[in-house]
């Protein structure tokens, strides 16, 4: 039993991967949901209730535990019920580092597409000082889901935050420093707690 609770909060932590990358699930109808599948970008799982929830995924099929799929679309459902909007947008651009330029809030939402010579950027409001801004791609980017998922995973492989800061400059050649690392996690562990 202690085996399946392990391998369930793995499957939390990458479920609350998905929703931090915005891959929202999409509600069919009020027992049925899609959520798109991580490693197939062309391809969604179906997740349904019944009595229980069920998913299409091989990892519910072959090992009955609550996947990644049934988990992000139950934390949905929570967060939806329990978080103002402005949480759940202020966490995901906190996550993405995207934060005001003039005051540091995270309270921004997107304003729209700039184009100019050198193409389009994403413009940002924010919320608390109303200024408009883009972002410096470097700047702005630097921590995207999938960066934070791949540090979840490894942390729960057990690697040290320097192993996983290395870990990731070797992969992706982007410097990040275990200080940040660290303080996705423990962001992620505070919300994953309070559910
Ligand atoms: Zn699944
Ligand atoms: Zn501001």
């Known amino acids: 039993m202690k085996e399946k609770e392990n391998m369930e909060n793995i ?4 479920a609350y991967c998905i929703l931090a990358k915005g891959d929202t699930p999409k509600m069919i109808n009020k027992e049925t949901f ?4 991580q490693s197939n970008s062309n391809k969604k799982y179906k997740v349904t209730f019944t009595n229980t929830w069920t998913c299409e995924c091989p990892d519910f099929k072959y090992r009955k535990i609550k996947c990644k799929h049934i988990q992000a679309v139950e934390m949905w459902i929570h967060l939806r019920q329990t978080l103002m909007n402005n949480d759940i947008l202020e966490l995901h651009n906190e996550i993405q580092q995207i934060k005001c330029i003039y005051c540091s809030s995270f309270n921004v939402v997107k304003d729209g597409i700039r184009k100019n010579k050198h193409g389009k950027k994403q ?3 924010c919320k608390d000082c109303g200024k408009r801004f883009v972002l410096d791609p470097v700047k702005g980017h630097k921590a995207n889901g999938k960066l934070i998922a791949l540090s979840m995973d490894l942390y729960f492989k057990g690697l040290s935050l320097r192993k996983i800061a290395d870990t990731i400059y070797q992969f992706y050649g982007i410097k990040i420093h275990h200080d940040t690392i660290r303080r996705w996690i423990n962001k992620f562990m505070s919300r994953i707690k309070s559910m």
Not at 11 to 14: D, P, T, V
Not at 34 to 37: A, D, F, H, R, V
């Open 34 to 37: 899609l959520i798109p599948s």
């Open 11 to 14: 499957r939390k932590i990458r």
């Open 123 to 125: 413009r940002y409001r």
